[in-house]
């Protein structure tokens, strides 16, 4: 063998030491223990691996990463459609509320004129009108009158309050 | 989806993960699950706003962290080259545009053959025979005509004068006011 290499030949023990482990690491993926020289020679080793081909992806890996990506991809759906549907049934139900409120108001509003409509006294019945009668007369006879006057009177008032009962009981 | 795929995947891939991992397969890898996380994470995204490429960027350079440790706790050889890429990618736009990816890789090319230009002759041959051709290690010594013990020492040193010259050169190319961060 001619003998171009001289130089390399001579030298140190430590500069062959590193150049077989850069030698085993460039073949065999092991890990090179040794200097920081090493490892830089490494890096360098790295982009000139990488600068002989085009850096790029390789035709085809878009299918890869959308395979890969597949179930994020779903889970990003589902979540968007939830998220879609949640909007919906809050407005819906926004909007079911404001109308209820807007509903009971006006009832509220409304409430005092059919409690004004019930407010109004029955028709006095005839015996209450001649009890009536009977006490503003005088006489003997007047105690026993107020008396039955006080009697009609609580039936009057009974059949009045239990008409305004009947009215508040009402659905409106 | 397609869209974020078509406009991002290729800067992430060519100027964060394989100058991070220095792995085609690995960059792949994470370049997939950095678009699921994308999509885990699109909506908190969407209500914080700010600049989405920076936003994928910082994604996919935490996996790559993740990969390069599980890689340390291995004991793998596997290293990147991002520390040597950066200046020529921080020299360009923060942000990729169309045609993007055909100039980081031109630019990086470019930069590599005008290394090899100011080479040693004998350092550039073990270089290109090793890593641009890809050749065995046992092949490269027997077309130099040396000892496999001696082609060692000579790829050794052949890196690591690659390495100094490539630094001269990219420090020289990029003033640090010039400089725009890849990543967030």
Avoid at chain 1, 32 to 41: Q, R
Avoid at chain 1, 91 to 117: D, E, Q
Avoid at chain 2, 164 to 181: C, F, G, K, V, Y
Wanted: hydrophobic residues 45%; contains cysteine.
């Amino acid at each position: 063998m001619k003998s171009h290499d001289e130089d390399e030949e001579n030298a140190s023990a430590e500069e062959l030491r590193e150049a077989a482990a850069l030698a085993a690491a460039l073949e065999d993926d092991a890990a090179a223990t040794g200097s920081a020289g090493l490892a830089d020679a490494l890096d360098a080793a790295a982009l000139l691996r990488n600068a002989r081909a085009p850096l790029a992806v390789p035709a085809g890996h878009e299918a890869i990463v959308t395979a890969h990506a597949a179930p994020a991809l779903d889970a990003r759906r589902v979540r968007r459609s939830r998220r879609a549907r949640t909007w919906i049934a809050t407005s819906l139900a926004a909007t079911a509320a404001a109308g209820w409120l807007l509903f009971a108001t006006t009832l509220n509003h409304r409430a005092p004129s059919r409690m004004a409509a019930a407010a109004p006294l029955p028709p006095a019945p005839a015996d209450l009108l001649a009890a009536q009668a009977e006490a503003a007369r005088g006489g003997s006879q007047t105690r026993a009158a107020l008396a039955a006057l006080d009697l009609k009177m609580r039936d009057y008032r009974r059949q009045y309050q239990q008409s305004l009962r009947h009215g508040e009981g009402r659905e409106p | 989806m397609s869209r974020l795929y078509r406009a991002f995947a290729q800067p992430l891939y060519a100027r964060v993960l394989l100058p991070k991992l220095g792995d085609r397969e690995a960059a792949e890898d994470v370049l997939a699950e950095t678009f699921r996380i994308m999509l885990e994470k699109l909506d908190k995204y969407e209500d914080r706003g700010g600049s989405i490429w920076s936003w994928l960027a910082t994604i996919a350079a935490n996996k790559a962290r993740d990969v390069e440790r599980e890689r340390a706790r291995r004991g793998q050889a596997l290293r990147g080259f991002a520390q040597l890429s950066a200046p020529l990618f921080e020299a360009a736009a923060a942000a990729p545009g169309p045609g993007g990816d055909r100039a980081d890789a031109a630019r990086l090319q470019a930069a590599v053959a005008r290394v090899m230009d100011e080479l040693n002759p004998r350092y550039r041959r073990a270089l290109t025979l090793r890593f641009l051709e890809d050749r065995p290690r046992a092949e490269c010594a027997e077309l130099l005509e040396v000892k496999l013990a001696t082609f060692d020492v000579l790829l050794l040193r052949s890196l690591r004068s690659f390495r100094e010259r490539w630094q001269a050169l990219t420090s020289a190319q990029t003033p640090a006011s010039d400089r725009i961060p890849v990543t967030a």
